[in-house]
């Protein structure tokens, strides 16, 4: 499927050089007597979007008192997309958020949504919603000028209604004089929808600093640095936290979390065995952001859902290498895995015998 996939922006580079720079600069933070250190870092890149197209239908209507019902077949399930597509309709529209009332999550108030995954919460479904909001603005100002005889181009949005060189068109008669094709519950109204025909990449790049403890296999994650391209960040901080909750994923998967199956029956099925991270064992993350634009997402964003995850067991790896002169390859680097490595780096494990 090559074919839909574009490097929309290329911020690797930058990528790379931020997190390199961060480790040389250090954070003071220092290892145990007696502990090896070891650094280490991994690149990834992610095709943003499923294969084959993803498709989204949003909806904007114009109320007659000035407030818009925005509707998006989309879902929140914690990552902060409704923030995000109230921060796009308010963009666009020129409205803040307490005259938008967003509607999402349900299909049967716009039409067709593919579902909320693979990283389409703001690359496909907030350009469907930029592209209603955008077609309801330009109908908007069509409406002004066409009642005040003058210039499209000319007339602008106001808390008001629509100001032209002629006066100010309040929004209620911009309803009224909207054709009845054109209306509905609401009020005056525009669609927009998205096929996700085309994908980007996002650039993510992981760099770590770790302890290891010899005699017990103890890795300690000293000092944690990740670098991503995003594109144009639309919300700086829910995008470090959504950094820093997959590196905090990632960790659990690089060093404690395993299913352990014997004769088809797991064999740790409840947390009291089955080892997650605790608040100890997340390091605090820097995050840095490449500075570029996506040629692909709304307002130059990219997609950065499960993108921060894939480079950080890699990095921790090869950190484990250059502390002990030996190569982990059985991933969860476990304390068992780790100390049997240290003391017996000539019987490890290579990778074609894993």
């Known amino acids: 499927y090559e074919d839909d996939l574009i490097i929309g922006s290329y911020g690797l580079d930058q990528c790379l050089d931020l997190a390199q720079d961060a480790l040389r600069r250090g954070n003071d933070v220092s290892a145990p007597e007696g502990w090896l250190v070891g650094e280490g870092m991994a690149v990834a890149m992610i095709a943003t979007i499923a294969p084959r197209g993803h498709f989204s239908r949003s909806k904007v209507a114009l109320r007659p008192d000035g407030t818009f019902v925005v509707r998006a077949g989309t879902a929140e399930f914690g990552n902060g997309t409704t923030t995000v597509l109230r921060q796009i309709a308010a963009s666009v529209l020129e409205a803040p958020f307490s005259r938008l009332h967003l509607w999402t999550a349900d299909t049967d108030a716009v039409a067709h949504d593919t ?63 909207a054709s009845p094709e054109e209306r509905d519950e609401n009020g005056l109204f525009a669609t927009g929808g998205e096929d996700g025909a085309l994908r980007s990449v996002a650039f993510n790049v992981h760099a770590v600093r770790v302890a290891v403890e010899p005699e017990t296999g103890v890795v300690r994650i000293l000092q944690s640095v990740q670098s991503a391209d995003a594109g144009t960040v639309m919300n700086p901080a829910q995008l470090r936290g959504q950094i820093e909750g997959g590196v905090a994923q990632a960790v659990g998967s690089a060093l404690y979390e395993e299913v352990l199956v014997e004769n088809g029956a797991v064999q740790n099925p409840v947390f009291r065995v089955y080892r997650v991270p605790q608040f100890a064992d997340v390091p605090e993350t820097e995050v840095y952001l490449a500075d570029t634009s996506d040629t692909v997402g709304p307002f130059g964003a990219k997609s950065m859902s499960e993108s921060p995850y894939n480079p950080v067991a890699p990095a921790i790896g090869n950190a484990i290498a250059r502390a002990l002169g030996k190569r982990p390859f059985h991933q969860p680097f476990t304390r068992q895995r780790v100390w049997r490595l240290a003391q017996h780096p000539e019987t490890a494990p290579t990778r074609t015998a894993e």
Do not use: H, Y
């Open 115 to 177: 579902g909320a995954f693979a990283s389409t919460g703001i690359t496909v479904a907030g350009k469907a919603l930029a592209a209603a909001c955008q077609a309801l603005r330009t109908r908007m100002l069509e409406l002004a000028a066409a009642q005040t005889g003058t210039d499209a181009d000319a007339a602008l949005l106001t808390d008001a209604g629509v100001a032209t060189p002629a006066g100010v068109v309040p929004f209620a008669e911009l309803v009224a004089a």
